[in-house]
């Protein structure tokens, strides 16, 4: 053993810099590891420490309506137990909101404060001590975003329904605040003493209504939400506290952090593809000292022995390394996300992140090094006596060998499993990897295979002898495919995903399609509305009413005994949630905005039922048959011919599903989850939703004015704002996610660089030949520029067909989505590919070229 | 010439058991290669002993299989036909890396072209072999001492490639010789040398296997040098056409 390491170090000593390609293999993918998992660590660890701020009280209610007479009574007994509780109420829905003063007008979160929210965590503003003056009626604090929009100044009024309102400054951090949130509505904060003023809260109008407790610290929060939260939960009131909120928070956090950790696991093994690479080529040019070992000597374990432990040691140096920059990555990180994440994330390295990458790393390059490094045990001592005849080449049922395979591919499966969110994904996975791996190899191996064959030899000399590279001896196809093609494979599989997912979030805006939406219309106010629009020389709608009700029974059980069951079997830490038994509790918590109508839209399709609405209904008698979509049928658990009833404004509607359908929440249609036939619904309180059109968006912002002016509590929304701020929310998503993927291509190009340096020294041997034999360097670049495009071409086709495959699969079954092939981006994706083959190939090759033959002569 | 040793044993015959067990033999040893798909036989029927501390020179034209009976002899590949006796071990009853091991304890080295490891240092390459045997301590003053003994002194930190080729040769005699050797086997050590320096380096190792005892073989087309072996053996074609101790 003191043999194998004084060898080792003194070999190191000297293979350093031949052996960057391993180090710096090894450094990229460890350090996108410990960026994502460390940075998940400290958001984990900022979390718990801001948990309380997050929420601002110690438990909080929440319920879609007004709190019930009976829910009102549970929160009194809470306050009643636990002595010294305060409370403090808001009141959150949308609104129209304009400047007198200026143009235009803005849809925004209104905020309606009463009490001392937050009771944790601190709201600044500019200027400082607003929040304080918050409860002195006759102001409001704004988002900066709304400043702007409305080009408003602190001090002028705001015009919020009936209201006019004092800006007194704006809110410039919050905690708990995810940026992105207010890219739909920028925030406008108001004492719950204007709300009456307001007059907004009419029928009809959308709020979220919710009380904030702050618990003497004598009294346990979580007892407390577990003794009444079913009795409030029956009241369609949620409970929630601050250890249940960091727990599910940190648990999707955790999560997220773990897909990010596969993307990361990938760039280690590239990295792992790039160590097999250099150490293949390393032992190559080692075979003389081997053998001179082997004469003096020394088995094939202790040979073998001595550059296993080059290689870990190399690993071990690249870990350091990777840990480094992936400890300064993460101190990047909170840039890139920034407006994503709900807390303020300090830089703290995680050590044991940072322990775990050194680990990794390690193991991947000791796992990688060793299949490469097995043949060290056979070369024969007599080279050094000749260069040796032509040999059997390692034994194919070399023992050794296969355990060295198995192992590695134990190694990527457990290293999966470790990262991945659950043992099921990682080792599915691993296949995955294992299969783009196969298939890729077997691409390269085709290609050798199809062009022994099919040689093109009517093509000009310099392009057969390029091609004919790729299948000479010591031919570098199978690893600059495998390299390449991963790398590429993984881009173009992370692209696909990305551009199909984000497809569904561009509204389909065509050039008939409405852009603008109104609602909330009251039916006294129908006609005003239509006539503004028409003013305005705009087209207009039948108005869709809307009738907004909740399920009292499912199935003949009540809603409210479901839901207060559904608390009661809350999980253990840790202990994986079962399966549920019945709805979903959303769907039964919710208020539903349903609609009546003789007819589907063109964005529906039917599932099941048939006809709508049912042609023997009303004269067949019986409740009224309903329409449901098919998701939401799903998740209440029903079928055609169950019993639904509703409550509609206190009124008991007994209905029965009759249809189910399909809809395309794409197309810009007023859809509903639940569709009446006309008849029942008709006498029902309601409001109405139309919607219309206009291309200038200066038209728009004037009709918007208008309509606000006139009729205060009528919502109008441009669409084209709407995908404005989408847009801006899916970039900043996309770039969090394009950065980590920067890293499989950093680790892709040093592998690439590696792949193309195996076959180096072949090469140098046969350019040099060649210009000794007249070729000129131009002839000799060209060469190697048709090798390159043809293994550029054939890594990037062959990883775009893998990647379509994969990404056909995710989107369709992981993601239920609809699958399309953005051809021209994918196209230039597969130049870009080729084209960074090609430079780096040409940038090796330059070397070859440039040197003069009697230079590399002498050197062999 | 210097005649043989009356010692000598050239029957197959002779017993492992006899007390004059010579420290190498071969019994009609036949290699042959795989070139080109055909089959080429390189050596035929080649036996012959030699006795400890004796000195025997290989020559012949190149191409007659000189290496090959060398590499054969010190076990770095295995015959088609026949086998040797290396101090009383059969080389073909044993591994590869028993024929190592056995090397690391018997068998020294010195090649046409050095072939010193261009990652170590001269003294480095000089401790291999005892540091081979997990004699560490040992190496280091053994090191020193043949530097010395091979005037290198002082040099001990050069790489390979700051050495001349004689010092190259000076170094690897002294790797050599540094684990006391019972044979040592030579390939045209003075091939890439000036006459001069060749003369010193043929000098050294003389000084050397006589201070040792060392068992000799060298492979040489050099006539001048195959002069001060005890024993000739002539290979032409792959068969030995003249032994000076059966003549």
């Excluded at chain 1, 040979?303 to 990777?322: E, H, K, R």
């Excluded at chain 1, 009700?549 to 949630?577: C, N, W, Y």
């Excluded at chain 1, 509607?653 to 509903?672: K, Y």
Aim: with cysteine.
């Amino acid at each position: 053993m003191p043999f194998v390491l004084a060898m080792a170090w003194r070999e190191s000593r000297a293979s350093l810099r031949r052996m960057a390609l391993l180090v710096a293999s090894i450094a990229v993918g460890v350090a996108a590891l410990v960026a994502i998992s460390s940075f998940t660590d400290s958001l984990q660890e900022s979390v718990r420490e801001q948990a309380r701020a997050l929420l601002g009280a110690d438990l909080a209610l929440g319920s879609a309506s007004r709190f019930s007479p009976r829910a009102e009574e549970e929160l009194k007994k809470v306050v009643g137990e636990a002595r010294g509780t305060d409370v403090s109420r808001l009141v959150r829905f949308g609104a129209m909101a304009y400047v007198p003063r200026t143009t235009g007008a803005r849809l925004v979160q209104v905020t309606a404060v009463e009490g001392g929210y937050p009771f944790y965590g601190r709201i600044e503003t500019r200027p400082p001590g607003g929040w304080e003056r918050l409860g002195e009626a006759g102001g409001v604090l704004v988002d900066p975003a709304l400043v702007s929009a409305l080009d408003a100044n602190v001090g002028d009024a705001l015009a919020l329904g009936e209201a006019r309102l004092a800006i007194r400054g704006v809110v410039t951090s919050m905690p708990g605040d995810v940026a992105v949130r207010s890219a739909l509505g920028p925030r406008v904060f108001m004492s719950a003493r204007d709300l009456d003023a307001t007059g907004l809260l009419t029928f009809g109008s959308r709020a979220r209504y919710e009380a904030y407790l702050k618990i003497p610290a004598a009294e346990d929060p979580l007892r407390l939400a577990l003794r009444h939260r079913p009795a409030l939960a029956a009241e369609r009131v949620s409970l929630r506290t601050v250890s249940e909120d960091e727990e599910s928070l940190n648990e999707t956090l955790g999560r997220l952090g773990r897909y990010l950790g596969l993307v990361a696991l990938i760039a280690v093994l590239l990295g792992g593809l790039g160590v097999a690479s250099a150490v293949h080529v390393f032992i190559k040019r080692k075979i003389e000292t081997v053998a001179v070992l082997r004469c003096l000597g020394a088995t094939g374990g202790t040979v073998l022995a001595v550059y296993l432990v080059q290689a870990a040691a190399l690993g071990l140096l690249g870990s350091a390394l990777g840990v480094a920059i992936g400890l300064g990555v993460q101190a990047a990180l909170p840039m890139v996300m920034a407006g994503l994440l709900p807390v303020e994330v300090r830089f703290a390295p995680s050590w044991p992140a940072a322990a775990a990458g050194l680990g990794v790393g390690l193991w991947v390059a000791a796992a990688f090094a060793l299949l490469p490094l097995l043949s060290v045990r056979h070369v024969s001592p007599l080279v050094v006596l000749r260069r040796p005849y032509e040999t059997d080449g390692p034994k194919r049922r070399d023992p050794v060998r296969i355990l060295a395979g198995a192992l590695l591919a134990a190694s990527v499966v457990m290293l999966a499993v470790l990262e991945a969110p659950s043992r099921a994904s990682g080792v599915g996975f691993a296949l995955g990897i294992g299969g783009a791996l196969l298939a890729l190899w077997a691409a390269a191996v085709a290609l050798s295979l199809a062009l022994r064959r099919f040689f093109p030899s009517r093509w000009p000399y310099l392009w057969r002898q390029g091609v004919a590279n790729l299948y000479r001896p010591a031919n570098q196809t199978v690893m600059v495919v495998l390299a390449l093609g991963f790398g590429a494979f993984l881009l173009d599989t992370l692209f696909l995903v990305q551009h199909n997912l984000l497809r569904d979030l561009r509204v389909d805006a065509g050039a008939d399609r409405p852009n603008l939406v109104l609602f909330d219309i009251q039916p006294d106010q129908r006609a005003g509305v239509e006539a503004e629009l028409r003013k305005a020389g705009l087209p207009v709608r039948e108005p869709v009413p809307i009738v907004p009700m909740r399920i009292l029974s499912l199935k003949g059980q009540s809603a409210g005994a479901f839901l207060a069951a559904g608390t009661v079997p809350r999980r253990a830490p840790g202990e994986r949630r079962t399966p549920r038994a019945g709805p979903n509790p959303w769907t039964l918590r919710r208020e539903y905005r349903s609609t009546y109508r003789g007819a589907l839209t063109s964005s529906e399709k039917t599932i099941a039922g048939g006809e709508w609405p049912p042609p023997g209904w009303p004269a067949s008698g019986g409740p009224a048959p309903v329409s449901i979509e098919k998701e939401l049928a799903t998740e209440l658990g029903v079928h055609v011919g169950d019993d639904v009833v509703w409550d509609v404004q206190g009124r008991i509607v007994p209905s029965r599903v009759a249809h189910l359908r399909e809809v395309s929440w794409a197309r810009f249609e007023p859809n509903f989850f639940v569709v009446f036939p006309p008849g029942p619904l008709e006498g029902a309180p309601q409001s109405f939703v139309t919607l219309s059109r206009a291309d200038d968006p200066q038209v728009r912002a004037r009709v918007q004015r208008r309509i606000v002016e006139s009729f205060p509590n009528v919502t109008t929304i441009d669409l084209a704002q709407v995908q404005q701020a989408l847009d801006r929310i899916v970039s900043k998503v996309a770039l969090a996610i394009r950065f980590m993927a920067l890293f499989s291509l950093a680790t892709g190009a040093v592998v690439l660089v590696g792949a193309v340096a195996t076959s180096r020294y072949q090469r140098l041997r046969e350019a040099v030949l060649l210009k000794t034999l007249g070729a000129t360097r131009g002839q000799i670049l060209r060469i190697a520029l048709a090798e390159y495009v043809a293994l550029g071409l054939l890594a990037s086709a062959t990883a775009l067909l893998l990647a379509t495959g994969a990404a056909w699969g995710l989107v369709r079954y992981f993601f239920e989505s609809r699958f399309s092939l953005p051809a021209a981006q994918l196209s230039a994706t597969v130049l870009a590919i080729v084209a960074l083959t090609v430079l780096v190939g040409l940038w090796t090759s330059a070397e070859v070229a440039r040197k003069p033959p009697l230079e590399v002569l002498r050197a062999e | 010439m210097i005649p043989g040793p009356a010692t000598t044993f050239d029957a197959p015959e002779a017993s492992v058991l006899n007390v004059n067990e010579p420290m190498l033999r071969c019994e009609s040893l036949t290699q042959t290669y795989l070139s080109g798909g055909r089959e080429l036989t390189v050596l035929k029927n080649i036996t012959f002993a030699l006795e400890a501390g004796g000195f025997i020179a290989i020559v012949g034209p190149s191409g007659s299989g000189k290496s090959t009976l060398l590499g054969l002899l010190a076990g770095l590949d295995r015959p088609r036909a026949g086998r040797v006796v290396l101090d009383g071990r059969d080389l073909g009853t044993l591994s590869e890396d028993e024929r190592a091991r056995l090397r690391a304890e018997k068998v020294g080295f010195v090649f046409q072209s050095f072939h010193l490891i261009p990652t170590l240092t001269a003294r480095e390459n000089i401790q291999v072999p005892l540091e081979l045997r997990g004699e560490e301590a040992a190496a280091r003053a053994r090191a020193d001492e043949l530097l010395a003994r091979v005037g290198l002194e002082g040099r001990g930190h050069h790489y390979p490639a700051q050495l001349s080729g004689g010092e190259q040769q000076r170094v690897a005699l002294a790797r050599a010789f540094s684990h006391r050797p019972a044979v040592l086997f030579a390939d045209e050590p003075t091939g890439n040398l000036d006459a001069a320096t060749g003369a010193t380096v043929i000098g050294l190792m003389s000084e050397l296997n006589r201070e040792l005892g060392t068992t000799l073989v060298l492979v040489t087309h050099d006539p001048d040098l195959a002069a001060r072996a005890r024993r000739i053996i002539r290979l032409a074609d792959g068969a030995v056409v003249h032994d000076s101790a059966a003549a």
